[in-house]
């Protein structure tokens, strides 16, 4: 695994850099946005590209996102969308994705599906004034979320309710033998440590800063995500939904209380890429 901040600045996509190859076993994780509850100055709400063998997802789409999304993959080039959840934080740009797709100069993009808490497709399309039927469905293909596993594209993909005031996902992303966890937001659960297992890399949220009378289901504190990615046993936490009106280094602090790896704080355009830890596939 070797994170690293990108040094690029420019608006386009890096088309130089191009998909990943196919079956080269690796998994790269980049962060679009990682601004808790509303953008920041420096970083969108939240949203994360995972790409494997020349395959593009996206967790989360939230305001801000569809913008620097840009400069990490071309407009048209993502191949599945999954929404842990529709707070505005982490699902509005899909409305600004859609106008987009339909469109765009050289005619309507193919639809391509979206994952997402049930009636998504319905509060989106309201979200953008548009009557729920058809809604966007000329350009997303929806799907209801459910816990459980699934394949998409590469990935196999397993996702369980978390602890937040509205029905929302957190994410176990596998391939080549890697895991990537997500925690999307939640208060404190067993279902984050069991989906977190052994994982080599933990996105989790870090809202809160400690102190007393916080609500129980709702968000993590530095220290609880610490505590979280300790006993899953994760390799790299790394700290996410970070609240702009935060001291970043308070939740690193905390959390460098509770757990005993590497952490990081998530920022926009840092790319993590892990290397598979198996045989290749033929
Ligand atoms: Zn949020
Ligand atoms: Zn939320």
């Not at 690796?26 to 679009?32: E, K, M, P």
């Not at 970083?43 to 995972?50: C, F, G, N, Q, R």
């Not at 949220?205 to 916080?214: I, N, Y």
Request: with cysteine; hydrophobic share 35%; proline share 10%.
């Amino acid at each position: 695994m070797r994170p690293r901040k990108s040094s690029k600045v420019s608006s386009g996509p890096d088309r130089a850099r191009g998909p990943l190859q196919p079956y080269c076993g690796l998994v790269r994780l980049t962060i679009i946005g990682c601004s808790g509850s509303f953008p920041g100055p420096d970083s969108p709400a939240s949203s994360y590209l995972l790409e494997a063998e020349g395959f593009r997802m996206l967790i989360d789409l939230g305001n801000g996102a569809l913008g620097v999304m840009q400069r990490h993959v071309g407009l048209f080039d993502i191949d599945a969308i999954c929404l842990s959840h529709l707070h505005a934080d982490h699902c509005l740009d899909l409305t600004s994705y859609w106008v987009a797709r339909r469109y765009a100069p050289e005619g309507p993009q193919p639809p391509i599906p979206v994952y997402a808490p049930e009636r998504a497709a319905e509060r989106m399309a309201l979200a953008y004034g548009l009557e729920p039927d058809p809604g966007m469905t000329d350009t997303f293909t929806f799907t209801t979320l459910t816990p459980g596993t699934r394949r998409i594209g590469p990935f196999l993909i397993t996702t369980r309710r978390m602890n937040h005031p509205v029905e929302t996902y957190g994410f176990r992303v596998e391939h080549g033998g890697r895991i990537v966890a997500y925690s999307a937001d939640t208060g404190p659960c067993e279902a984050l440590v069991d989906l977190s297992r052994r994982a080599d890399l933990l996105l989790c949220e870090a809202s809160f800063l400690d102190g007393p009378g916080l609500p129980g289901n709702l968000h993590l504190t530095g220290r609880q995500a610490g505590e979280h990615a300790e006993r899953a046993g994760v390799r790299h936490l790394v700290l996410t939904h970070l609240v702009p009106w935060n001291d970043k280094e308070c939740s690193f602090a905390e959390a460098s209380g509770t757990f005993t790896g590497p952490i990081s704080l998530a920022v926009p355009g840092q790319e993590f890429e892990l290397t598979p830890s198996g045989p290749l596939p033929m």
